[in-house]
């Protein structure tokens, strides 16, 4: 079994930045590949960023890439995400998961088996 906390949410102006840590408790971090997903009000949640459980392969969706950087650290058990740049169509909620994806369901909720609650991103115009 694996809890995640997630921290860092707030409010920020458009343009500026943000970094969210999910802290995981458990022994087994670092066999997990680590996710971060995001529901925006109205919107089903959605794919921001992946990490395997090296930090060696990072994956981005599309909107995110080129501002987000998902980095982790196993001897905290803590992964990161470092949001710059953000757009107000970046507020949401933003959940971080662990489990243990394939290559094909990095970018999927069904990939994880443990989620977060969740902590919330405004951004304003």
């Known amino acids: 079994q694996v809890q995640l906390v997630e921290s860092g949410g707030g409010l920020v102006q458009a343009g500026g930045s943000l970094r969210l840590s999910c802290e995981a408790s458990?022994?087994?971090?670092?066999?997990?590949?680590m996710g971060w997903f995001r529901r925006a009000p109205g919107k089903e949640r959605e794919f921001v960023a992946a990490?395997?459980?090296?930090?060696?392969?990072?994956y981005y969706a599309d909107s995110v890439k080129g501002r987000f950087i998902i980095s982790r650290d196993n001897a905290k058990n803590t992964v990161y995400l470092q949001m710059n740049s953000l757009k107000p169509e970046d507020t949401a909620v933003y959940y971080c998961?662990?489990?243990?994806?394939?290559?094909?369901?990095?970018?999927?909720?069904?990939?994880?088996?443990?989620w977060g609650q969740g902590t919330q991103v405004t951004v304003s115009s």
């Open positions: 998961a662990a489990g243990t994806p394939s290559i094909a369901t990095m970018a999927l909720m069904r990939g994880y088996d443990y």
């Open positions: 458990g022994r087994t971090f670092s066999s997990y590949g």
């Open positions: 990490i395997n459980w090296s930090g060696s392969r990072t």
